[in-house]
Nanobody, 127 residues
Framework: VQLQASGGGLVQAGGSLRLSCAASGFSLDNYYTIGWFRQAPGKEREGVSCISGSGGSTSFANSVKGRFTISRDNAKNTVYLQMNNLKPEDTALYYC????????????????????WGQGTLVTVSS
């Protein structure tokens, strides 16, 4: 089971990036919840967004609401995090994680409950 996060990079404030989380070894079709987390230097890891196993519900941290969207393409076994209007405070290492199979609302899944974690992809937003 592997998760491969990609799409990070350097962008100016106000710009956009789309992160991808590609799953292998299991099928997202089987109701896996996917979460995105980030960790900035010197700070604790925080949840950014998640999408439930059914794809029917999502959750976002208050700091990214209205700027980030999350979607899943089960045919490609990939979840996307579209990040718009990026701010310098969004600079962090972004990770994706999977939990499941589950039909729980993803906003109720704590970070420690995610079984599988990918490596991070670095997002740097310059002012």
């Amino acid at each position: 089971v592997q998760l491969q996060a990609s799409g990070g990079g350097l962008v100016q404030a106000g710009g956009s990036l789309r992160l991808s989380c590609a799953a292998s070894g299991f099928s997202l079709d089987n109701y896996y919840t996917i979460g995105w987390f980030r960790q900035a230097p010197g700070k604790e890891r925080e949840g950014v967004s998640c999408i439930s196993g059914s794809g029917g519900s999502t959750s976002f941290a208050n700091s990214v609401k209205g700027r980030f969207t999350i979607s899943r393409d089960n045919a490609k076994n990939t979840v996307y995090l579209q990040m718009n209007n990026l701010k310098p405070e969004d600079t962090a290492l972004y990770y994706c994680a999977a939990d499941g199979p589950s039909l729980r609302y993803c906003g109720n899944v704590a970070s420690y409950e995610y079984h599988y974690w990918g490596q991070g992809t670095l997002v740097t937003v310059s002012s």
